[in-house]
């Protein structure tokens, strides 16, 4: 149900808070819409959830959202750009171990951390760090000093983080609706991923057709305008171009993240399968 309310809408929400929407003339996509019902259900949402015009689909919670709570803290509903590196982190204390003025750990923390744009900023932006301080280079130092893992001993944990998802989405397959990781959400875009490999992979292997008089001369002249007559340069140059594509369609199969169901573990088999031919065929 919708209703006219001043300058936004308001979308009720079954089980939940109403949503405000500062969207007049404004189109919505559906999967921000959902994210957004999603959180209006969670128990800590205090009142109602306001959605700005340049609302859309995010990343653990709606970009372009706001999210008040009651006795909560969301750190993904802060914002990606100014929840940047924050995380909820259980800790042993309870409030009978922490002082009544909480005033002199912030402000130990607030001197550990640095925070704010730069030390030379305006006058309100206090926090940050002009000289690190000395503990602070050491530990960069020693962080510096360390190996990088080989890739083969990153693999069982790798396989352990994934198993962890897995076991998460057939417990509360609720908990990913409206999130990066849906299954519902990847699914095209794995198949379509699946897809663009295969037809490089047929590109690569094809075997070259027989060129007429008149396709040679057109190579050839190409080839003088562009200085690469000397040596194999097509064919090698085909095949970095290959594996160039290659990496660049991994990389995008990486960021729809860990399979977490049968259909999603049948592409990622099947894209395994085109990769390593693919690169095979490249070299």
Known sequence: ????????????????????????????????????????????????????????LGIGATVGSVIPTLKAIIPAAVGVDIGCGMMAAKTTLRAEDLPDNLGPLRSAIERAVPHGRSAKGWTRDEGAWENPPETVDQAWATWLRLEIAPLASAAPLVERLHATCQQIAAAQPECLRGTRLDPAATHARREKLCVRLEKLLGAATEAPRELSLQEMALALRERLATNTIAGDEGGRGQGQDTAREVERISASWMLLGPPLDADARALAERFTRARERARAASK
């Open 1 to 56: 149900m919708k209703n006219m309310e001043q300058n936004y809408d308001t979308e009720d929400v079954p089980g939940g808070v109403p949503v405000k929407m500062w969207t007049h003339g404004v189109p919505v996509e559906d999967d921000a819409k959902k994210q957004l019902a999603n959180a209006a259900r969670l128990p800590v949402v205090f009142r109602h959830i306001a959605a700005m015009p340049d609302v859309h």
